[in-house]
């Protein structure tokens, strides 16, 4: 059976970027709700496409009122859940492909959600195919469950488990392979604060970040009464010091400061470079005068230093044996007409709680005078590596590949995060770079016909 699941999906490769295709052509990005469209038109018109992909491909499917979309196969209760998504994060910049138009290149494909997650859902939806056109016996229920809401909170989950049960077991090809049994906790509330610019030289504006779990690429401040003699020179000085491009530029009567960084998955901010922190880092030697805002900008320095991805100078670095160390980015920060507002993002492992972590850090923004909105954490998610389900995906993916199936942490979150016996599986190989939230997101085109093949044989053993 393992031959003829390879050679189907060789066969079907074609047919199967056509659909991937078809999926990343639509901007599903959220957008304003509208009526029968709770995440906007995008997303809304994302899951209509699949519905007419599953048509066609002779399955039936039900739309949740545009939150979520299933098609079940077999019988009875759920058994086994796949649970992709259809929404994407936002292309941000530095693209040098289109990013809504995927394009072949060399044997991999290029566009917003190859990888995460439309390229993965079209694969789940042929491995549901292939084990029906390969004659596979199915005697308990596969469900494929397309959100619309993964990027922006997953409220689309949160209303279709309102209708309908979780299935017993579940994957979601959101994450990497092997097997990712536990997943960190997390806390991002926003931090707020408001000021008064009463002298001069004076920060008039920040803007840095766009996306909660995306380490910030790019950051801009404008400064009043500044020299651009001495911008240029502070900006050349942290250039250096925070290996970021930062530019002073006039701007009227004012000074710009301009940062590029580099984008990463704030589950792992070490894999970027902060623009937010490079340029708050500058800021906080510039000659700007005393106040409310000088000492803001004073307190994110030194509790965001430049380069600490571990909490560290906030004093909640932690770790453990199974889920690692504690992470935390500062992803969002504006300043403007009077008020701060910014969204740190933490990463948490098992051994974190809110008085060793949440409490922590409410307690040192106070001392700056900068507020939390909530110090309430998102727990962390495990599932015991020794579950008959653990054994199946860990099997499924040795016959395929030939490596070792095992179980490791991570520091995002998926899907699976709040149901029992969810993991995360692929659908991205160790050692593979996908670009997700960065500019060029691509996918292996062999690798992802290899993902197809581990959930078809995945289902055929959970299901049979």
């Known amino acids: 059976m393992q031959k003829k699941i390879e050679n189907y999906f060789l066969q079907h490769k074609d047919e199967i970027l056509a659909d991937i295709a078809a999926l990343v052509s639509i901007n599903s990005v959220r957008g304003e709700a509208k009526e029968g469209m709770p995440f906007g038109e995008g997303p809304a018109k994302a899951i209509a496409k699949a519905e007419e992909i599953i048509k066609r491909m002779g399955f039936t499917s039900t739309n949740f009122d545009n939150y979520a979309l299933t098609v079940n196969y077999g019988e009875g209760d759920a058994h086994l859940g796949i649970l992709c998504h259809l929404d994407v994060v936002a292309e941000g910049t530095g693209w040098t492909k289109k990013p809504f138009e995927m394009e072949i290149d060399s044997n991999k494909i290029y566009g917003r959600g190859v990888t995460d997650d439309k390229g993965p859902a079209v ?201 690692g160390k504690l992470t935390c980015s500062l992803d969002i920060l504006t300043i403007k007409n009077g008020e701060l507002m910014g969204i740190f993002d933490s990463r948490c492992p098992l051994c974190s709680n809110e008085e060793n972590t949440s409490l922590v850090i409410d307690k040192k923004l106070k001392e700056y005078g900068i507020v939390l909105d909530s110090t309430t954490m998102n727990p962390p998610h495990y599932v015991d590596e020794n579950l008959p389900f653990i054994k199946t995906l860990s099997k499924a993916y040795e016959d395929f590949t030939g490596m070792e199936g095992k179980c490791c942490s991570m520091g995002g979150g998926t899907y699976v995060h709040h149901i029992e016996n969810g993991v995360a599986f692929g659908p991205t190989f160790p050692g593979n770079i996908t670009n997700i939230h960065g500019a060029d997101e691509v996918a292996d085109i062999d690798q992802l016909l290899k993902c197809g093949m581990i959930y078809t044989a995945v289902i055929a053993d959970m299901c049979k």
Not at 163 to 188: Q, R, T, V
């Open 123 to 323: 694969i789940a939806l042929w491995a549901l195919k292939a084990c029906h056109d390969l004659g596979i016996d199915i005697n308990k229920k596969v469900r494929i469950i397309l959100g619309a809401d993964e990027e922006c909170g997953s409220s689309d989950l949160e209303y279709y488990f309102k209708k309908e049960n979780p299935p017993a077991y579940c994957l979601s090809p959101d994450a990497d392979f092997p097997i990712y049994n536990c997943e960190k906790g997390s806390f991002n509330a926003p931090f707020r604060a408001k000021y008064e610019n009463k002298a001069l030289p004076a920060l008039i504006s920040f803007e840095g970040g766009h996306t909660t779990n995306i380490v910030a690429q790019h950051a801009e401040a404008v400064v009043d009464g500044i020299q651009i003699d001495k911008a240029q020179e502070l900006a050349k000085e942290f250039s250096q010091k925070t290996k970021t491009d930062i530019t002073a530029v006039t701007e009227g009567n004012f000074v710009k400061f301009i940062c590029e960084g580099t984008p990463s998955h704030a589950s792992t901010p070490e894999g970027g470079n902060n623009a937010i922190t490079a340029l708050i880092a500058l800021l906080s030697h510039a000659p700007l005068a005393d106040g409310e805002i000088k000492n803001y900008i004073h307190g994110l320095s030194v509790l965001f230093p430049h380069g600490d991805y571990y909490g560290k100078a906030m004093g909640i670095a932690n770790e453990d044996k199974i889920s």
